[in-house]
């Protein structure tokens, strides 16, 4: 079935280190993938994303990495900082026939930067 | 500034007893969702409303019906709340503009007790 999932369920990382969050998904018919951040009491946070036609794009000292003959994507952090501690969740995104967008999220990271 | 705002942030029910999750927003957006995000898991899409068209999740139980009075407002009710049901419920909007994809602006979400 449908999934979206994750290798590690935490990451810790020295400030200042560059960090890596990997995800797997199983949807052929994603046509973008998302990256979310979400803090402690908040909701998820947009990062970046990436269209499916993709296999690379940069935003502001993240990097979004994507694999599509292994259905892997990756979420690089550079230079991480104390406020990139949180939980992240990739998302892939299927239009359904009727036009109804559906984001299906994976499991999350735990990602902790260590001071 | 433009946002998601979800009342209450907490909400204590007793078993069965019906709820009422409020969401509004700023952003003018034509789709509204609400996720149910049980703890350390990822959120779920329960159902959405495009414009005025109410699309439900094929798992999502009897119990959870949703209203939407007006472009702003959404609201979620729970009939009968189990203690299953106790998670956070996030409320997020956009304006898909497929085939490009513009971001799920999502509340901070309330967090439901049952008892």
Not at chain 1, 41 to 61: E, Y
Not at chain 1, 66 to 82: E, M, R, W
Not at chain 2, 5 to 15: A, G, L
Not at chain 2, 92 to 102: D, E, G, H, M
Request: charged share 15%; with cysteine; hydrophobic share 35%.
């Amino acid at each position: 079935g449908e999934s979206v999932g994750l290798h590690l369920p935490t990451l810790s990382v020295q400030e200042g280190d560059n960090s890596i969050i990997n995800c797997a998904y199983s949807n052929s018919a994603s046509d973008y993938f998302i990256w979310y951040k979400q803090e402690s009491g908040k909701g998820p946070q947009f990062i970046i994303d990436i269209r499916s036609n993709m296999d690379k794009r940069q935003g502001q000292r993240v990097t979004v990495l994507l694999n599509k003959t292994v259905k892997h994507l990756s979420l690089q952090i550079a230079a991480t900082q104390p406020g990139d501690s949180a939980v992240y969740f990739c998302a892939d995104r299927v239009i359904s026939n009727f036009g109804n967008e559906k984001l299906t999220f994976g499991t999350g990271t735990r990602l902790t930067i260590i001071p | 500034d433009a946002m998601v705002i979800q009342n209450p942030r907490y909400q204590v029910t007793q078993f069965g007893k019906p709820v009422t999750l409020s969401c509004s927003q700023t952003l003018n957006h034509n789709v509204m969702y609400w996720y149910q995000q049980k703890s350390s898991q990822a959120p779920k899409l329960l159902f959405h409303y495009y414009d005025k068209d109410f699309n439900n999740e094929a798992d999502t139980p009897d119990n959870f019906q949703s209203r939407r009075p007006n472009t702003s407002f959404c609201f979620l009710d729970i009939r009968s709340p189990g203690l299953g049901d106790a998670a956070m419920y996030l409320c997020a909007t956009s304006r898909p503009a497929w085939p490009t994809y513009n971001e799920q602006f999502f509340g901070p979400g309330t967090r439901l007790t049952v008892l």
